[in-house]
């Protein structure tokens, strides 16, 4: 059984860093594209950014860049994202996902909710101004 499991989340004021992981188990990590999404209060959710299985390449939305980082540690099972310069527009509970494939870049498929298989519970991380 694939388990997500997010954490890191919390309280922070704008200008701050966090740092999300999520932790898998229950499938072969180092073969699997992870991504990030987040999703606000009476908002879609959306993407953030996501990793390649190998780590090699990775894709952020444009409100991020510059500000998130995505890693993996296939020897540990986790991804995390490194979360500097927050803003208030940053709240939302935060996901990250997987899905089978051994790609070498991010395809358009990939950005979008429906090109992941599995999903984390959320955690929630508030930015206050």
């Known amino acids: 059984q694939v388990q997500l499991v997010e954490s890191g989340g919390g309280l922070v004021q704008a200008g701050a860093s966090l740092r999300l992981s999520c932790a898998a188990s229950?499938?072969?990590?180092?073969?699997?594209?992870m991504g990030w999404f987040r999703q606000a209060p009476e908002k879609e959710r959306e993407f953030v950014g996501a990793v390649t299985w190998s780590g090699g390449s990775t894709y952020y939305t444009d409100s991020v860049k510059g500000r998130f980082t995505i890693s993996r540690d296939n020897a540990k099972n986790t991804i995390y994202l490194q979360m500097n310069t927050l803003k208030p527009e940053d709240t939302a509970v935060y996901y990250c996902?997987?899905?089978?494939?051994?790609?070498?870049?991010?395809?358009?498929?990939?950005?979008?909710?429906?090109?992941?298989?599995?999903w984390g519970q959320g955690t929630q991380v508030t930015v206050s101004s």
């Open positions: 996902a997987a899905v089978y494939g051994l790609v070498n870049f991010i395809t358009v498929r990939l950005t979008t909710p429906t090109g992941y298989d599995y």
């Open positions: 229950g499938l072969t990590f180092r073969n699997y594209v």
